[in-house]
């Protein structure tokens, strides 16, 4: 057996444990599936994601979930106003020991740990929120000058209530450009509904967690990265990422007059990423034009500063980076 023939054994083998992880997921998120995907989207990329949802729709529930079929540690903050940064990260505190003498000893806060799930983000403080920016972006956590790595895979999943939007804090620019994906979540059908209401209000069911394991999902990422990628697709990227950009001469009128500023380099290595992540989750071993065209929405829509009357008109960001891609495609 070449090891070509190897690599294809274990690809099968690992999406098969992946498509069951995807199975118990759709049990517990019921007429989720677009969502579902993409957040899977961006484990497989391993990036973070920004879900947005009313409330009761099962954004907890989907985080939660993850973390138990992968067999990942989990934590939760609870963002609120009066949330410090060592409510995040952790402190160093004094401890007397038994013969009288004292030393600082670092009790770590909830970001230690594989899935994060920062619940209603923008309701925590620009100083809180901040306190995040370095374990997103480079895995590991600086507390009273010393760093500490954090365990791989590590995932931040944050949400917010697109509703209530009182009393919030919006989040900048530099903080939405480290999520990988905006994901939304949205009301379910009536088929839907009615499935929730019979398997959700009556006894609970047997929770049999599948075989995905934390090495699995490492190697999984890593195939991610050694996709093959054709030079016309990377340039369709650029290309779309530059379109973005209001002063781009291949923008079209609607990026124009409704964007103040484009996405960032690292919206377009998203693209890419997600674009193979994507790929694989449907069983194939190069991403396509169609993966892109799928993606761009939720990769750059949220990089996108828009305007008052983009805002006053109720623009969806991510309609506009697909405009941008289709102008990028002709």
């Given at each position: ?105 670092f ?6 740990t ?44 944050a ?110 290595q ?8 994507r ?8 991403p ?8 761009v929405?939720?990769?750059l ?30």
């Amino acid at each position: 057996m070449t090891d070509l023939d190897d690599l294809e054994t274990e690809l099968q083998d690992l999406r098969g444990r992946l498509l069951s992880l995807r199975s118990h997921l759709e049990g517990k998120l019921i007429g989720q599936r677009e969502a579902l995907d993409q957040v899977l989207v961006a484990l497989l990329a391993d990036g973070h994601v920004l879900l947005e949802g009313a409330p009761g729709l099962g954004k907890t529930t989907l985080v939660h979930g993850l973390a138990q079929g992968l067999g990942l540690s989990f934590g939760r903050i609870q963002c609120t106003p009066d949330l410090m940064p060592g409510d995040v990260l952790g402190a160093r505190i004094l401890q007397t020991e038994e013969d009288g003498s004292r030393r600082f000893e670092f009790l770590p806060g909830p970001i230690f740990t594989q899935i994060l799930l920062a619940d209603e983000i923008n309701r925590a403080t620009p100083r809180t929120q901040s306190a995040l920016l370095e374990a997103m972006a480079e895995k590991q956590v600086t507390v009273h000058g010393e760093t500490q790595l954090l365990q791989r895979p590590f995932l931040v999943v944050a949400t917010q209530n697109p509703i209530e939007m009182e009393g919030t804090y919006p989040l900048p620019e530099a903080q939405l450009d480290r999520f990988m994906l905006k994901v939304s979540l949205e009301m379910p059908n009536q088929a839907a509904l009615e499935e929730i209401l019979r398997t959700t209000t009556g006894s609970p069911s047997d929770d049999t967690v599948p075989e995905l394991s934390a090495k699995n999902l490492l190697r999984l990422q890593e195939l991610v990265r050694q996709m093959p990628v054709s030079d016309a697709l990377r340039s369709l990227i650029a290309s779309a990422t530059l379109a973005t950009h209001p002063s781009n001469p291949k923008a079209p009128p609607e990026v124009r007059a409704l964007v103040r500023h484009g996405a960032s380099p690292r919206g377009a290595q998203s693209l890419l990423l997600s674009a193979k992540a994507r790929a694989l989750l449907q069983g194939r071993l190069a991403p396509s034009k169609d993966d892109l065209e799928a993606m761009v929405g939720a990769c750059l829509g949220h990089r996108l500063v828009l305007g008052f009357e983009a805002e006053a008109a109720g623009t969806h960001a991510g309609d506009l980076a697909a405009l941008a891609f289709a102008a990028s495609c002709s």
